[in-house]
């Protein structure tokens, strides 16, 4: 897809991906989540993102959230290890007000203490609100697990403690070390020309001021294999298999993420679902998951099942494993796996914001965006040699780390 980037004098970028449509799509991605979390504020990235639409210099939180919604756009956001990610998908002549908008609440919100007090009761919630839901809370654990002692394994949410601990200063401190302007990408997908892009991207973020202080991150250590259960008054058992993989910038991700998709990806087709579910009825839901981040990677297999098929299941799943490693893809099996996932690709082509979204990431994570050819030639490049060697380095059942949440026996 054509694109093309400009670099304002204060580092940040402003990226133009050219569309025929009338609705645009736009966002502001920061390079900062919680990892980059001071010890004991697990859970202040994601806080500042709620706290941004809350109050601004000019704006009340009643301003900020119709000044898009009025006109029937959508304004969201969300936090991640790695990102902080605003977006807004609105109707072509809106651009101004939109890129306006996001100057606005990431460079001027005030932060006001009886707003961060009412924020905090909000996140307590969400936190009390997902803590109820284990398929969703045993991801956050196991990843705590996997990265213990590092800011990688915060929940992104933040403790109870956490959470009640922040302080306004802990806000603008986070802020002026993170939100680094050379780190920052502005990306519009719309009908408009690359100069009306630069023209409202440098009327609304030209004048921010430069911050480019050094990010300090530390990679994190690969911790020793661990099996490790939690019994939780729940009626089903939940469990996570999986290691640290692949950073985005190794070669060896294109392979490992196809090979996710394969065995327990996106569709009904994955070998973990025909096996686990469809032929033995053992489990609802069975997938696995690769996420690749800037030092590392995480690549897991999560099923929940009744407690008593939890061993079955497990067993199930090993067995597959070995059957990969016994008899690696051959040439076809290969081949049909690379045309599901080029074929899944090209779908989400689709979703615009997504898309977008996506591109942004990729600027900021090699300073590039690859074209669809050039991704769909480094799927079709994978060889079976290549694919036998991801599954003997990542999927070893003697470093597969196991953490599972089971009902509390009656």
């Given at each position: 897809?054509?694109?093309?980037?400009h670099?304002?004098?204060?580092?940040?970028?402003?990226?133009?991906?050219?569309?025929?449509?009338?609705?645009s799509?736009?966002?502001?991605?920061?390079?900062?989540?919680?990892r980059?979390?001071?010890?004991?504020?697990?859970?202040?990235?994601?806080?500042?993102?709620h706290?941004?639409?809350?109050r601004?210099?000019?704006?009340?939180t009643?301003q900020?959230?119709?000044?898009?919604?009025?006109?029937?756009a959508?304004?969201?956001?969300?936090?991640?290890?790695e990102?902080?990610?605003?977006?807004?998908?609105?109707?072509?002549?809106?651009?101004?007000?939109t890129?306006?908008?996001?100057?606005?609440i990431?460079?001027?919100?005030t932060?006001?203490?009886?707003?961060?007090?009412?924020e905090k009761?909000?996140?307590?919630?969400?936190?009390?609100?997902?803590?109820?839901?284990?398929?969703?809370?045993?991801?956050?654990?196991?990843?705590?697990?996997?990265?213990?002692?590092?800011?990688?394994?915060?929940?992104?949410?933040?403790?109870?403690?956490?959470?009640?601990?922040?302080?306004?200063?802990?806000?603008?401190?986070?802020?002026k070390?993170n939100?680094?302007?050379?780190?920052?990408?502005?990306?519009?997908?719309?009908?408009?020309?690359?100069?009306?892009?630069?023209?409202?991207?440098?009327?609304?973020?030209?004048?921010?001021?430069?911050?480019?202080?050094?990010?300090?991150?530390?990679?994190?250590?690969i911790?020793?294999?661990?099996?490790?259960?939690i019994?939780?008054?729940i009626?089903?058992?939940?469990?996570?298999?999986?290691t640290?993989?692949?950073?985005?910038h190794?070669?060896?991700?294109?392979p490992?993420?196809?090979?996710?998709?394969?065995?327990?990806?996106?569709?009904?087709?994955?070998v973990?679902?025909?096996?686990?579910?469809?032929?033995?009825?053992?489990?609802?839901?069975?997938?696995?998951?690769?996420?690749?981040?800037?030092?590392?990677?995480?690549f897991?297999?999560?099923?929940?099942?009744d407690?008593?098929?939890?061993?079955?299941a497990?067993?199930?799943i090993?067995?597959?494993?070995?059957?990969?490693?016994d008899?690696?893809?051959?040439?076809?099996?290969?081949?049909?796996?690379?045309?599901?996932?080029?074929?899944?690709?090209?779908?989400?082509?689709?979703?615009?914001?997504?898309?977008?979204?996506?591109?942004?990431k990729?600027?900021?994570?090699?300073?590039?965006i690859?074209?669809?050819?050039?991704?769909?030639?480094?799927?079709?490049?994978?060889?079976?040699?290549q694919?036998?060697?991801?599954?003997n380095?990542?999927?070893d059942?003697?470093?597969?780390?196991?953490?599972?949440f089971?009902?509390i026996?009656?």
């Amino acid at each position: 897809m054509e694109y093309n980037v400009h670099t304002l004098p204060n580092g940040i970028r402003l990226l133009h991906v050219p569309s025929a449509s009338a609705i645009s799509h736009a966002c502001i991605i920061i390079n900062t989540g919680s990892r980059d979390e001071p010890d004991q504020k697990a859970g202040l990235a994601h806080f500042i993102e709620h706290l941004i639409f809350k109050r601004t210099e000019k704006r009340s939180t009643n301003q900020i959230l119709n000044r898009l919604e009025s006109i029937g756009a959508d304004l969201n956001a969300y936090t991640t290890k790695e990102y902080t990610c605003v977006h807004a998908s609105f109707l072509n002549p809106y651009l101004d007000r939109t890129l306006e908008l996001f100057n606005d609440i990431i460079f001027h919100s005030t932060f006001p203490e009886e707003e961060m007090d009412k924020e905090k009761s909000v996140i307590l919630d969400e936190i009390a609100s997902y803590l109820d839901q284990p398929e969703e809370a045993i991801n956050d654990d196991f990843e705590d697990m996997l990265f213990a002692g590092h800011p990688m394994g915060n929940n992104i949410l933040g403790t109870t403690e956490s959470v009640q601990a922040f302080t306004r200063e802990d806000v603008i401190n986070f802020r002026k070390a993170n939100y680094r302007t050379n780190e920052i990408v502005v990306a519009v997908l719309g009908n408009y020309t690359l100069n009306q892009v630069v023209n409202k991207g440098s009327k609304h973020f030209a004048n921010v001021e430069q911050n480019t202080p050094n990010q300090q991150r530390v990679k994190p250590s690969i911790l020793p294999q661990s099996n490790t259960t939690i019994y939780k008054p729940i009626m089903q058992a939940h469990c996570i298999l999986g290691t640290q993989a692949y950073t985005t910038h190794q070669t060896e991700k294109v392979p490992l993420m196809l090979l996710n998709n394969y065995f327990g990806g996106n569709g009904m087709s994955s070998v973990l679902n025909l096996q686990i579910r469809e032929k033995y009825g053992i489990a609802y839901t069975i997938e696995s998951n690769f996420s690749p981040l800037s030092d590392t990677g995480i690549f897991s297999i999560y099923f929940g099942t009744d407690k008593e098929k939890q061993a079955k299941a497990l067993s199930l799943i090993f067995k597959e494993i070995k059957k990969l490693k016994d008899n690696p893809l051959n040439e076809l099996q290969l081949q049909k796996a690379k045309n599901k996932f080029i074929g899944q690709i090209a779908l989400g082509e689709e979703n615009r914001i997504g898309l977008i979204i996506s591109m942004a990431k990729s600027l900021i994570d090699h300073n590039k965006i690859d074209s669809l050819e050039t991704v769909f030639g480094k799927i079709n490049a994978v060889t079976t040699k290549q694919m036998a060697q991801v599954v003997n380095e990542v999927l070893d059942i003697d470093k597969l780390n196991i953490f599972t949440f089971s009902p509390i026996a009656e």
